[in-house]
Structures are given as C-alpha cells and as structure tokens.
C-alpha cells in the first residue's frame, strides 16, 4: 500500500497536497482556482474516490503556506506547471488524469498541451482554452474581466480582501462559496499576495505575448461550462474545442455560477468518470 501524501516540495517550496480514495487507484490531479484552496474539490474527490479514484489535490502556489514567493515571476505558468509534474513525481505516478477548474482550469490546459505524455484525459470546469479567452475579448469578455485589471494595482487589493469587513464584502459579491473562510485564508501571511500574484503573472505573459502561444491539447478532453458565469462567457467556451485535436466533448451546465465544484459536485464528478470511461 502507498503512503497518503500530504506534502511534497518542489522549486524550494513545500506544497499542501488531499489525498482521498483508494491508495492504489489511478490518480486523478486537481487543481483549485482563486480564491479558493483544495478544500474546493472536497465534494467531488469523495464521489470519485467512490468509484475507485485517488485523488490528488494540492494547495498550489501562493496558497500552501510553504509555497507563498514573493517575487510575481514565481507565478509564471511553467513554473505552474511544474508544480503539478513535481507532484505527480513524488506520488510515483508516471501518467494521471486531470481535473481543474478557474486558474487550476487554466494551468491544467497548459499542462496537458505541454506534456500529453503526462496527461491520460483532461476535464476543465468553467476556465476555456486561454487562446479561446484571448480571440474572446473583442466579444464581451473584456468587460467581464475587468477584475482583473483591478489586481494588477499595488498593495490594494490585498489590503481590501486581507481585511475582515471589506474582504467578506467584496468575496461575497463574487458569490465566493464560504466567504468567510476564505477570507480568513487570504488574511494569513502573503496569502492574499500570492493568489493575486497569478493574474500578475497572466497580464506580464500577455505583454509578452506568451499566453497566445499555449498549444492545442491532444488528449481526450471534457470542457464543462455554466451558463451562470458572470467571469467566463459563452463565446470562449463554444470555441475552445477549435483548441482540442483529439476526442472533445463541450457541456453546458443551466443555472449553475461560477463555481460548479461547490453548486454542482455530483455532476461534474460523473462528467469526470464518464470522461475516464472513455
């Protein structure tokens, strides 16, 4: 029998890691997005782990307490990525299948463009392909992004989510599931920093034009999105399958916001498991 994990370092930092289900059953990785933890996935693992899953599901970078740089470059995609490869590493798995949504969604499309040796199947909830979201732009998603031209400010951001009263205020008008929690999370050391530090991270790629060059992903893909997002709209989600040169299958999702681990866990697992069915 393996060992639960329940950490592992990599780049000289030490990440978080939930391990649930079976500890000899094919792993599926899955990453959380903002500005939530793994404690998202919690719902899902346990409808996976009963169909014989293990689920790996790591607190990423900015968010493990041992894992916070300050540098905004630390944040940069491959180092994402890497992140992901160390604990597949450490877990001793040579081939996983993977599971993200929001930034965790965004770091599973580049890891599984990059590394399709890695990769047995891909399900993103809620984030598109990014070359998707960036030729969407022209088409109403500036607008809904505006956010996250708000985190490129200095200090501020971190100021208001980091307090108690305005934090709860302002995760609450973005439907955060639990806002309380996770505004006690973000008030602990440089965590607030390091969340916002990935949309940091995102806008210096675009300068550089580094966020247009992620490739199509060839592995068998489920893209799952919810016609209640405020943040992601229709037009990137009906053409990030022109982004998936293998078996793809796109699921609309009525009535559900943003955070379709948290509303809707029983449904999108059995899109997963229907997806490593396949």
Do not use: K
Not at 1 to 10: G, Q, S, V
Not at 109 to 119: C, G, M, S
Not at 221 to 234: E, I, K, M, N, Q
Request: glycine share 8%; hydrophobic share 45%.
């Amino acid at each position: 029998m393996r060992e639960r994990l329940t950490a592992y370092a990599h780049d000289g930092l030490t990440f978080d890691v939930r391990d649930t289900g079976p500890e000899d059953g094919p792993v599926v990785i899955a990453l959380h997005g903002f500005p939530q933890t793994s404690a998202s996935w919690v719902p899902v693992a346990a409808r996976l782990a009963e169909a014989g899953r293990r689920v790996l599901a790591p607190d990423q970078r900015g968010y493990s307490p041992g894992a916070r740089p300050a540098a905004v470059s630390a944040y940069a995609m491959p180092a994402l990525v890497g992140d992901v490869l160390a604990l597949a590493d450490a877990a001793g798995v040579e081939r996983f299948d993977l599971l993200g949504h929001d930034w965790g969604g965004a770091v599973a499309w580049a890891l599984a463009a990059a590394h399709p040796e890695r990769v047995r199947s891909l399900t993103v909830a809620s984030t598109p392909h990014p070359r998707a979201l960036i030729a969407a732009m022209p088409h109403g998603q500036a607008l809904r992004s505006w956010y996250m031209g708000a985190f490129q400010l200095p200090w501020l951001p971190e100021r208001l989510l980091g307090d108690p009263r305005t934090g709860v205020r302002l995760l609450s008008a973005m439907g955060t599931p639990h806002p309380e929690q996770v505004q006690a999370f973000l008030s602990e050391r440089g965590a607030a920093h390091g969340a916002l530090a990935w949309y940091r991270a995102f806008f210096r790629s675009l300068a550089a034009r580094r966020s247009a060059e992620v490739p199509p992903v060839r592995v068998p893909t489920t893209y799952v999105w919810s016609d209640g997002d405020p943040a992601l709209g229709r037009w990137a989600a009906e053409h990030t399958g022109e982004w998936v040169d293998s078996d793809y299958r796109f699921v609309v999702l009525e009535g559900v916001s943003h955070w379709i681990p948290d509303e809707a866990p029983e449904e999108l697992a059995r899109l997963v498991l229907e997806r490593l069915a396949d």
